[in-house]
């Protein structure tokens, strides 16, 4: 997961497509069952970031995470699916 402000909507769009990018490259020479098979769901929205302690590790929370989480398992792999608010956004 990577946590992008509202400003960095292209940001996180052309970093999406960069691990797919990547992933797509790294596949080429692997065998069917040793292929990394990658969705990405995009949402924007306010969430909750709680830091860790013992692990050191910050998890976020909230309504546009688990949208994220939605929109990704609709996701056929390879493929990027962006929330419709986040697209009102760029087309404004």
Not at 25 to 30: A, C, F, I, L
Not at 50 to 74: E, F, H, W, Y
Not at 80 to 86: A, C, D, F, P, Q
């Amino acid at each position: 997961m990577a946590r992008f402000t509202e400003k960095d909507i292209i940001k996180s769009i052309k970093a999406s497509t960069e691990i797919q990018r990547f992933f797509s490259e790294y596949n080429n020479d692997k065998s069917a069952d040793d292929k990394i098979k990658t969705k990405i769901g995009i949402s924007i929205g306010h969430c909750l970031e709680i830091s860790g302690m013992q692990n050191m590790t910050n998890d976020l929370m909230g309504i546009p995470i688990d949208t994220a989480v939605r929109i990704q398992m609709l996701a056929k792999p390879g493929q990027i699916l962006i929330y419709s608010k986040m697209k009102k956004k760029l087309s404004t």
